[in-house]
């Protein structure tokens, strides 16, 4: 089938990792939702619903015995417009981050920004108990911070009609789910800006060419075969090297500088595959 086909190129294409986040996401928000209405249609009471095991507790003495929890609960989600919010975001932006970042190194900044949240809701709830964290914001955060500090000028279209820098966006982005409403979950809402803190510093280290997730980011390499053909080819000098690498920078400056001028949408689709070729090596 054309869809099967279809999700099988998205799970192996530029945009892999994000798919798979997003399919996630909306797999376990499905999963919980099931399972909730058998529960009410089996008219059963539960003193506790399963899902309460993943979300993170807001009583740090609890953490330690739920450990697994500063992870689960980045894929839960209170309801379909807190899932649908957080999605959106994330497809927006982790597009950006895969072509200028890298599609392998998505996972381990979801990943950590959540776990950066999750140290940042932890530690305040030593001084402001609250009920529980879920929700995937503080990740999505560090994907929206990190993908606004590599290319902070490049634009977009806000409703295919006013252009705006996404460092913009993403400023917005940013206080609209953490700062708006604060005292309504402080600790929730505390836990975006640790995610987002996340994202900028991996966003100004990958700037300067350094990697600080780089052992997790190889794990998530896709293997190579182990039965490979051997070429014998003419080891190049120096020169060809510098050379080559020069002209592999001018171009992706150029597309660059389009994108500036343009944005995203104008790159044919040439440019776009040598973009997420090299725009992340470089």
């Not at 649908?84 to 990943?111: A, E």
């Not at 252009?163 to 917005?172: D, N, P, S």
């Not at 020169?239 to 500036?260: G, H, P, T």
């Amino acid at each position: 089938m054309s869809v099967a086909r279809d999700l099988r190129t998205a799970l192996s294409g530029s945009y892999a990792w994000l798919t798979r986040l997003i399919i996630a996401n909306i797999a376990v928000f499905l999963a919980i939702n099931v399972i909730l209405n058998l529960i009410v249609l089996s008219s059963r009471h539960m003193s506790f619903f399963p899902a309460d095991w993943l979300i993170l507790p807001g009583k740090p003495e609890l953490v330690p015995v739920q450990i697994w929890t500063i992870f689960t609960y980045m894929f839960l989600h209170a309801n379909f417009w807190h899932l649908v919010v957080n999605m959106l975001w994330l497809y927006s932006f982790g597009r950006i981050f895969s072509d200028y970042v890298g599609n392998q190194k998505l996972l381990w900044v979801y990943l950590v920004g959540g776990l950066a949240g999750a140290v940042v809701f932890i530690l305040l709830s030593f001084v402001l108990p609250s009920g529980g964290l879920l929700g995937a914001s503080a990740a999505t955060m560090a994907v929206v911070a990190c993908a606004a500090t590599v290319v902070p000028d490049m634009e977009i279209a806000i409703f295919g009609v006013w252009r705006v820098k996404i460092k913009y966006v993403a400023l917005v982005a940013i206080l609209l789910t953490s700062l708006m409403d604060l005292a309504a979950n402080t600790g929730g809402k505390i836990s975006h800006l640790g995610g987002a803190a996340f994202g900028f510093l991996y966003g100004l280290q990958h700037r300067k060419g350094k990697d600080i997730l780089k052992f997790l980011t190889n794990l998530s390499r896709p293997k190579k075969p182990r039965h490979l053909k051997v070429e014998h080819r003419r080891p190049v000098s120096d020169e060809q090297y510098n050379a080559s690498k020069l002209s592999i920078q001018k171009r992706v400056d150029e597309i660059l500088d389009k994108i500036s001028r343009s944005g995203y949408d104008s790159l044919s689709r040439d440019e776009r595959e040598f973009l997420q070729k090299y725009g992340g090596k470089l």
